[in-house]
């Protein structure tokens, strides 16, 4: 079954850190470009962060940047998002997306400027005191 799972989301308190991971199964990462994105209650959905498929090329979100940072292990079929600093705006639904990395670029598959191929389920990440 071809499908992305996220984990290790939870409650953490401000200025707390977490990571998330997005394990895929069915199909190998190799040749996808990765995607965090997340949706807060009656937001819209918006790009984190983003990595090309060789894990050079990476893209934050303004409001991410300094804080956030996304990684991959090809060999483990598996992208991480570490997450310091996190901040009660931070709380969202996590959501991680593949598309096959052909002529894409990060900055507009942040944007959601593509289909993507695969999306996970989500996991839950609440930042409360």
């Known amino acids: 079954q071809v499908q992305l799972v996220e984990s290790g989301g939870g409650l953490v308190q401000p200025g707390g850190s977490l990571r998330l991971s997005c394990a895929a199964s069915g199909f190998t990462l190799d040749h996808y470009a990765i995607g965090w994105f997340r949706q807060a209650p009656g937001k819209e959905r918006e790009g984190v962060s983003c990595?090309?498929?060789?894990?050079?090329?990476?893209n934050y979100a303004d409001s991410v940047k300094g804080r956030f940072t996304i990684s991959r292990d090809n060999t483990k079929n598996t992208v991480y998002l570490q997450m310091n600093s996190l901040k009660p705006e931070d709380t969202a639904i996590y959501y991680c997306?593949?598309?096959?990395?052909?002529?894409?670029?990060?900055?507009?598959?942040?944007?959601?400027?593509?289909?993507?191929?695969?999306w996970g389920k989500g996991t839950l990440v609440t930042v409360s005191s």
């Open positions: 997306a593949a598309i096959r990395q052909t002529f894409i670029t990060l900055q507009a598959m942040c944007a959601l400027s593509y289909d993507m191929d695969y």
């Open positions: 990595i090309g498929s060789s894990g050079v090329g990476t």
